[in-house]
């Protein structure tokens, strides 16, 4: 399996970023990003003191690989100072599952099914030390989510539809990337990969992982990753951490699903395209077998030519 290093860009602003980096449509490390006090403040007591007894929903899991397709965690709703004092320790007096279980909050919107997550409102005592990089047009905002992880803690192969920076605040992870080119690679369940274990993949199971790019990095207090929208990214909790991210519109407003509050429905013109094979293969099945397959994969060569740009 190859390995790149993701590249580092050092004190970066938004011209360089706009004119070099942005339109390679790579994933880049920037370091030396003035990101605000937050990485000084942002400790364990002072994120209890600040918030104390606001709830928040948590993912709760026995083991540190959360698996979104096969749901191995459950959601619990704790109270902001209970959640930082278990999701920084290793072993629980109190838990649900076990007392080494792992915690991970993904900051949701006021009405989750309805709105955004956006960090400065939910968090409005935490705003202010938090200067978020100025890399994109303020009107190309979606959404901004605070993340924070107990140690070993990982997070499924996922792709978003959105751009994004992660802005790393404290606590370091280890973060994987694929290029959206290794989509056939990743054995797909929606925008989630079913290759879950990606150190010791089941290659029995999951032959064409061996074909997947690795894109590599170590986020360390104060990196900006940058993650293009449909890089897919596995991210590990090296330590108990803390992060905001800030996803943005890539494409013009229309393209989107204005439904989508997580940044991950695909856009309207792949859906519809989605729906269409769909519709497709059920024709196909009107056919007996070896038809069908004759002409599945006419449709495939045709899709392969005309609207893969390599393959
Ligand atoms: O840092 C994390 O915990 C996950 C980041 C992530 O999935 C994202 O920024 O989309």
């Known amino acids: 399996m190859a390995k ?6 050092e004190n970066v602003d938004e011209v360089v970023f706009k004119s070099s980096i942005y339109p390679k449509r790579l994933p880049a490390i920037l370091k030396g990003i003035a990101i605000g006090h937050c990485k000084q403040k942002w400790n364990k007591e002072y994120l209890k003191k600040v918030i104390g007894k606001n709830e928040v929903k948590v993912h709760v899991c026995k083991t ?13 709703t704790l109270t902001f100072d209970d959640f930082i004092e278990r999701a920084s320790s290793e072993k629980h007096h109190e838990y649900f599952l076990s007392e080494d279980e792992k ?5 949701l919107g006021e009405d989750p099914r309805k709105d955004v997550s ?18 994109f047009d303020s009107e190309s905002f979606f959404s901004s989510v605070l ?26 992870k280890r973060v994987v990337l694929f290029s959206p080119k290794d989509a056939l690679n990743l054995y797909l369940v929606g925008d989630k990969s079913e290759v879950i274990d990606i150190d010791n993949p089941d290659y029995t199971k999951y032959p064409l992982f061996k074909n997947a790019t690795w894109h590599e990095c170590l986020l360390e207090p104060g990196d900006v990753l940058f993650i293009p929208a449909l890089w897919f990214h596995n991210v590990t909790s090296l330590d108990f951490g803390v992060a905001v991210n800030v996803f943005w519109r890539h494409l013009d407003p229309s393209a989107y699903d204005h439904k989508d509050v997580y940044g ?10 989605i729906q269409i094979a769909d519709r497709a293969i059920k024709t196909l099945h009107e056919l ?22 390599q393959f």
């Open 4 to 9: 790149i290093r993701v590249c580092m860009y």
């Open 64 to 76: 540190p690989q959360m698996d979104f397709i096969r749901k191995n965690f459950i959601y619990k």
């Open 103 to 107: 915690y991970y909050l993904r900051s």
């Open 118 to 135: 956006n960090f400065h409102q939910l968090f409005p005592t935490l705003s202010n030390d938090l200067k978020e990089p100025k890399l």
């Open 147 to 172: 993340r924070i992880g107990s140690p070993g803690v990982q997070l499924w192969t996922h792709y978003d539809v959105m751009d994004n920076i992660l802005i790393q605040v404290n606590g370091r």
């Open 264 to 273: 991950n429905k695909d856009p309207l013109a792949a859906t519809r395209a």
């Open 288 to 309: 007996p077998d070896d038809y069908r397959d004759f002409y599945a994969r006419r449709i495939i060569g045709k899709i392969q030519s005309k609207a893969c740009s």
